[in-house]
């Protein structure tokens, strides 16, 4: 009942930004709305904001008229997200891995964590534009397992760096928050560290580790479209969008169909930590 | 217990980090079996007519009849060319000199060895009711430019018209594509004869209903200005040139890049489906435009394409060290050393050509006349 109540309140809310978009269309000038000399609503324009359904049926055109290999721009778009789709999980993958290492090795060494954290805050205020190009620069110099490295993998690692934080600090704030007396109470028992980390802190750090995930997961597909765009990988929906941005003077709302496809994206992967959620349920405020 | 297991995280490290091998530096000499020479190429941007001529050596054979094995790499927004060739990355690279000088005064080891672009292909464009017909005419008027290096001819056109670009123009930064310029937020509009001037060409007019004409803009052109810069141009690698298998690499890459953009001056349409094919999602006619319009700036070539010519090359450094962009930036501070271009591989490359009958001057080159479809398709 809640899940039909969810998706109903999907279609509502998808419905309403139609309707919203539409409505900004009919009611507002064409030249947008100015306070002196500053724009503060958009052009409203088919230009600038083409009809939700010239958008739709540019879905159903071919990509490029006249090519040998005919697919549609629906077809496109739906296999750059899936590409890049796969990408972002794979970041989400490496970066969970890495953060949880990182939450751990905190959690256990004092030290660590007071060495540590500041350079994993100090990770995400490199911005990604310094990252992408030197990650990208990896290409044809390091090898993983005899496999040389790949434009893609680039791509995978910056989703990754993005990824990580959260999960890393998530999970350490996770990990350290069960109550004095628990923890106490488990070394009276003479329960070891594993024994602690299983039984107490994990099943603690799963209220907290969710909404990273949550972020990570978001993080980890922004930072695939935008690594995409950064060095040019072929594939992705990224790439899409900025191929598309090319061709927008004389078709602008092609645009928006690559833009639709990476915000479909973001929902999927926000539906999967959903899933996620739902199998951890049990731990869900388990040790309060 | 606990050492066992520290001594085991030290071990997986270990492997960890053992996994991550590097790859030995390319040589690009000829290798000992006699088969091809692996060589890459970094563009500038995607894949798109204006790098025809390497897609069509690569299509019909050109690279491998000269024994190379070449592979060409796709740009991107924050990949620069000349830092990718002067860290190693590619053996060769496609780029603006203004661009190339700028990085080769921050350090960048890298030489030009073939001018493929004999003309500069920048355009201020604006509707022809506007009344721009000069660069004095921008005066006042709100001019949009790219910035990052690709404004300083519209910068030196300007100056040289007795403007002050920061004080008598009002600059904005423009977008990708040129809705700034059809909506009215700006007056005149930066644009490359083969690519942006195209999109607003390929732009429905509201007024007529039927595409925008170019009797609809008014176009100044860089080269007529006198303010034009070289662009499009083979880099390679300073350093490596001291190697006599990489100088024998580098003239048989020219020749064969060469012979690549002489079939593409012969074979307009076979180039635009060899791009099309290649992955560009512009369009097929945009992509004509685009061929058409770059072998206009390369043929016809009366000294042989791409030699360097000296007059182009001392204009385009004049221009980089004098005209100051709206940070009150020149391109470079100095006069370039001589390592920054030489003829010798072009020269040797055009031999090779003229050899195999190869007509590396086009005199006779004629555009054609390319029809435009909406949103270029």
Known sequence: MARLRTAVSAVVAFTLLVVAWELAKAVLPEDGVRIGDTRVLPRTDDAAMPHVWTVLARFGEPEVAGAAAQRTVGEAVASGALFTLGLALGGLVIGGVLGAVLALAMARFGLLERALLPWVVLSQTVPLIAIAPLVAGWGGKIAILGQPWQPWTSVMVISSYLAFFPIAVGMLRGLTSPRRADVELFRSLAAGWWTTLLRLRLPASVPHLLPAVRLAAAAAVVGAIVAEISTGTRGGVGRLIIEYAQSATGDPSRMYTAILGAAVLGLVAAAAVGLLDLALRRYRGSVA | ?377
């Open chain 2, 1 to 377: 217990m606990s050492r066992f297991r520290t001594a085991l995280a030290v071990a997986a490290s270990a492997v960890a980090l053992a996994a991550c091998s590097t790859v030995a530096e390319p040589s690009a000499g000829p290798p000992a079996d006699g088969g091809l020479t692996p060589v890459s190429l970094q563009l500038q941007w995607f894949t798109q007519g204006q790098f025809a001529g390497y897609l069509a050596a690569v299509d019909q054979g050109f690279y491998e009849a000269r024994g190379l094995d070449v592979e060409i790499l796709e740009g991107g927004v924050d990949i620069v060319p000349q830092t990718v060739l002067a860290q190693g990355q590619a053996d060769f690279a496609i780029a603006w000199v203004p661009k190339a000088l700028a990085s080769r005064e921050q350090g960048a080891g890298i030489t030009n060895v073939a001018q493929v672009f004999q003309r500069s292909g920048t355009y201020q464009v604006s509707f022809a009711d506007s009344g721009i017909a000069a660069p004095a005419d921008l005066a006042g008027r709100r001019v949009g430019n790219w910035g990052f290096g690709n404004e300083f001819e519209l910068f030196a056109g300007m100056t040289a018209a007795g403007l002050n670009p920061a004080a008598d123009v009002t600059l904005v930064q423009q977008q990708f594509d040129m809705e700034a310029l059809l909506s009215g937020e700006i007056d005149a509009a930066q644009a490359m004869s083969y690519n942006e001037y195209a999109q607003v060409l390929e732009a429905t007019n509201p007024d007529t209903g039927a595409l925008y004409q170019p009797s609809d803009f008014s176009v100044i052109n860089w080269e007529d200005q006198g303010t034009a810069m070289l662009q499009d141009a083979i880099w390679a690698n300073t350093e490596r040139l001291a190697d006599p298998a990489y100088q024998d690499t580098t003239t048989r890459f020219v020749a064969a890049s060469l012979e690549g953009w002489a079939y593409c001056r012969d074979n307009v349409e076979s180039c635009r489906d060899i791009v099309v094919a290649a992955g560009s999602t512009l369009g097929a006619s945009h992509q004509l435009w685009q061929v058409n319009e770059v072998n206009k700036l390369i043929w016809p070539a009366p000294a042989g394409a791409g030699t360097i010519d000296e007059a182009a090359w001392a204009r385009t450094v004049q221009v980089a060290r004098t005209a100051v962009n709206a940070d009150g930036q020149t391109v470079i501070t100095a006069d370039p050393d001589a390592d920054a271009y030489t003829n010798t591989y072009v020269e040797q490359a055009l031999e090779l050509l003229r050899a195999d009958g190869v007509d590396v001057e086009g005199t006779s080159f004629a555009p054609i006349e390319v029809t435009l479809n909406p949103g270029g398709s």
